[in-house]
């Protein structure tokens, strides 16, 4: 019998700019991360005569979204990160860079030519709240390793 088991806590994580610097998501004030690649593999077109091509697409983009804690330093790190961003030089909006590292499942994502897609939506309640930051990466690269 094939037994696995999962935790959030194997799973780590780098974001980094190079004139920002970077910040390590080893769990505190981490809620979640999911990764998301946009682009179709595949589109068909039908002729007239009912002849199907199929189109192999090539595109390796897609966005990151990270949930953190509203009074987590990632957080805090993140809203520096854009607002530094939102100030700096045009050539430096998308140079975000993020390596997921999960060795337990033998998997390492690398997410480079990043961008912020906005500001962060935050909401001010009773009780504390994940804020989501979406990131957009040029390339996203889901790597195996051997374990």
């Known amino acids: 019998m094939k037994h696995s088991t999962y935790s959030f806590t194997d799973v780590n994580a780098v974001i980094s700019h190079p004139s920002y610097g ?3 998501l080893a769990g505190e004030g981490m809620g979640s991360f999911t990764v998301t690649k946009v682009t179709e593999r595949s589109q068909q077109n039908v ?22 804690q509203q009074t987590s330093s990632l957080h805090n790190w993140l809203q520096g990160l854009f607002n530094y961003l939102w100030a700096a030089p045009t050539n430096e909006w998308a140079q975000i860079s993020l390596t997921i590292r999960a060795p337990k499942m033998g998997k390492v994502i690398s997410c480079t030519y990043g961008s912020f897609q906005k500001e962060a939506d935050e909401p001010f309640e009773a009780q504390g709240q994940d804020i989501a930051w979406t990131l957009l990466f040029s390339d996203i690269q889901r790597l195996t390793l051997n374990v």
């Open 47 to 68: 002729a007239a005569d009912g002849c199907i091509m199929t189109s192999k697409i090539a595109g390796n983009n897609g966005s990151v979204t990270i949930n953190a």
């Open 22 to 24: 970077q910040f390590s």
